[in-house]
Nanobody
């Protein structure tokens, strides 16, 4: 069974940075696309970014392009989300997701973490 555990969330001032991590158990990690989604209070879950199995292909939501960077270390079964120049509107619970299909739709991902809270103060 595949399990995902996020960490690294917290409270940061606008303009600051955070790095989220998602540790994945299971031998299938290196073959899976890994994505980050987020959900703010009262809003629907939205796509943030995705990276393919090798790390060679990434896609970002327009709202985070140029500020966020996704990466992965297959030797450590971990995917990262470096978030710079954070804005109050980035406040949300951030979830990592894993699955065999590369995409921006959450429905293609089989496995999800429990989420980590990111709060950006103005």
């Amino acid at each position: 069974q595949v399990q995902l555990v996020e960490s690294g969330g917290g409270l940061v001032q606008a303009g600051g940075s955070l790095r989220l991590s998602c540790a994945v158990s299971g031998r299938t990690f290196s073959s899976y696309a890994m994505a980050w989604f987020r959900q703010a209070p009262g809003k629907e879950r939205e796509f943030v970014t995705v990276i393919n199995w090798s790390g060679g292909t990434t896609t970002y939501a327009d709202s985070v392009k140029g500020r966020f960077t996704i990466s992965r270390d297959n030797s450590k079964n971990t995917v990262y989300l470096q978030m710079n120049s954070l804005k109050p509107e980035d406040t949300a619970v951030y979830y990592c997701a894993a699955g065999p299909t590369y995409g921006t739709d959450g429905r293609v991902y089989y496995y999800w973490g429990q989420g980590t809270q990111v709060t950006v103060s103005s």
